[in-house]
C-alpha cells in the first residue's frame, strides 16, 4: 500500500520557525512535493525534492532523506498569511497526497 | 499565461444524477489529473491522462470516467451520483516535478 504521514496540527507565532514532517511508504518514488492550501482554495504547489539534500525557496525550505523515506518543509519568519493546510506528495506515476497538516500563526 | 481553469466553479446536483467537469491545462503541460478532496483530507487521486491516453486510475468505481482531448483539455464524468460524491474536485496539470491546480469544482449532491 501507499501511505504518508504528517501532523495534523501545528501552532507557531508570528516571526518563528516551524518544521512540518513528512514520512512516506509508497510504491515507486521519484520525488516529494509541498503545497499550501488556503481554506476555500486550490493547493498550490511551494517546492520538490527529488534528490537527497535541502532546497531552499525564500522564507520556505525542503529537505529530503530517501533513505529514510523523510522529509520537512521547514517555514521561516512566519506570517498570518501563512496560516493554511500543508500537504505533501509523493510523485511516482502520479501525486499521492498525505492528509495535511493545518498551521496556525499566532500574533 | 493562464493556469489550469475548470468549469463550473460551483454545482448542485440530485442523487442519481449525471456530472461533466471540465479541465484546461496550463500551455504546454500534456498530463493532466483528476483529484477528489474532501473537507479535512488531502486530494485523492482519480484519473491520470497523458497524450489523450490513461495513464493511471485511483481507487474509485467505474461510475467515475475521463478522457482527454487533441487539445489537451479534459473532462471528468461522474454517473449515478451519490451524497458522497460532494467533494471539491481538483484538476492538475504537470511537467513532472509539481503539480499545479485549477480552483476546483465544488460538487453539492442533494
Known amino acids: 500500500g501507499q501511505s504518508l504521514e504528517q501532523p495534523s496540527e501545528v501552532t507557531a507565532v508570528e516571526g518563528a520557525i516551524v518544521q512540518i514532517n513528512c514520512t512516506y511508504q509508497t510504491s515507486g518514488f521519484y520525488g516529494l512535493s509541498w503545497y499550501q492550501q488556503h481554506d476555500g482554495g486550490a493547493p498550490t504547489f511551494l517546492s520538490y525534492n527529488a534528490l537527497d539534500g535541502l532546497e531552499e525557496t525564500g522564507r520556505f525550505s525542503s529537505f529530503l532523506s530517501r533513505s529514510d523515506s523523510y522529509g520537512y518543509l521547514l517555514l521561516q519568519e512566519l506570517q498570518m498569511k501563512d496560516s493554511a493546510s500543508y500537504f505533501c506528495a509523493v510523485r511516482n506515476q502520479n501525486f499521492v497526497f498525505g492528509p495535511g497538516t493545518r498551521l496556525s500563526v499566532l500574533p | 499565461d493562464a493556469g489550469v481553469t475548470q468549469s463550473p466553479t460551483h454545482l448542485i446536483k440530485t442523487r442519481g444524477q449525471q456530472v461533466t467537469l471540465r479541465c484546461s491545462p496550463i500551455?504546454?503541460?500534456?498530463?493532466v489529473s483528476w483529484y477528489q478532496q474532501v473537507l479535512g483530507q488531502g486530494p485523492q487521486f482519480i484519473f491520470q491522462y497523458y497524450e489523450k491516453e490513461e495513464r493511471g486510475r485511483g481507487n474509485f468505481p467505474d461510475r467515475f470516467s475521463a478522457r482527454q482531448f487533441p487539445n489537451y483539455s479534459s473532462e471528468l464524468n461522474v454517473n449515478a451520483l451519490l451524497l458522497g460524491d460532494s467533494a471539491l474536485y481538483l484538476c492538475?496539470?504537470?511537467?513532472?516535478?509539481?503539480?499545479?491546480f485549477g480552483q476546483g469544482t465544488r460538487l453539492t449532491v442533494v
Open positions: 500551455s504546454g503541460h500534456k498530463s
Open positions: 492538475a496539470s504537470s511537467l513532472g516535478s509539481g503539480a499545479f
